[in-house]
């Protein structure tokens, strides 16, 4: 199944001067019109808790952001606020923990919602200073948990804060190895993908230097569908 994402906020920018999108208000509301013309499913993430209500009345997948992981408030706000709307919470490992370090946040979703549906998302470890590396191990790790597992292969790539252009003031990234990222974790086993495209990437108001020109998606995920189903049982 294809999941629209996008983001209303993007909080956590490398500098103050950062582009961050429309705001709750407007952002949700085009994500509603998104969900309603094209028919699909929607996915957006929140920061706050009191955002928890009203991105659980849009998003089909409710995303809880890497950096934000261990805040439980905001955990058990999404939790009840996705579970009682039947949609499903995304969370992304932090760069900073191991995957096994997972079943910590899925124990406090389920504490205050039993019935909700988690999936977990793999998209890099902290290695060194500006840089990420995916230990593909990782997935499988994580879906002894019991979950599904997705990887984000466009943030897997990323070289924070070092975007030579800007000289640290936003991430850098290597567009080039997302497909690689991509391949290796299907034929890993991953539940899901996880990937950004633009029209022009180098124009993109954020992410550009790690999203994927949108014209060479089709051929991408026709090469990943192959793959899975390859690996699959």
Known sequence: PYVFKASFDKANR???????????????AILSEIKAQLNVPICT????????????DVADLVQI???????????????RATAA?????????AQFQAPWDAR????????????????????GSSFGYNNLVVDML?????????????????HAVQLPGADPRTSGASTGGRRDGVPIIAKAAVAAGADGVFLEFHTDPDKALCDGPSCLPLDGARA???TLKALHQAVQP
């Open 14 to 28: 490398s500098s103050i001067k950062s582009y961050r999108g429309p705001g709750l208000k407007d952002g949700l």
């Open 45 to 56: 993430d929140l920061h706050e808790i009191d955002q928890a209500e009203p991105v659980a």
């Open 65 to 79: 952001p890497a950096f934000l992981v261990r805040q439980t408030d905001l955990v058990v706000a999404a939790a």
């Open 85 to 93: 709307r039947g949609g499903v919470m995304h969370v992304k490992k």
């Open 104 to 123: 910590n946040i899925i124990s406090k979703s389920r504490e205050v919602a039993p019935d909700l549906q988690v999936m977990l998302c793999e998209r």
């Open 138 to 154: 990782a997935i499988g790790e994580m879906q002894k948990l019991g979950v599904p597992v997705t990887i984000d292969a466009t």
């Open 220 to 222: 991408l995920l026709a």
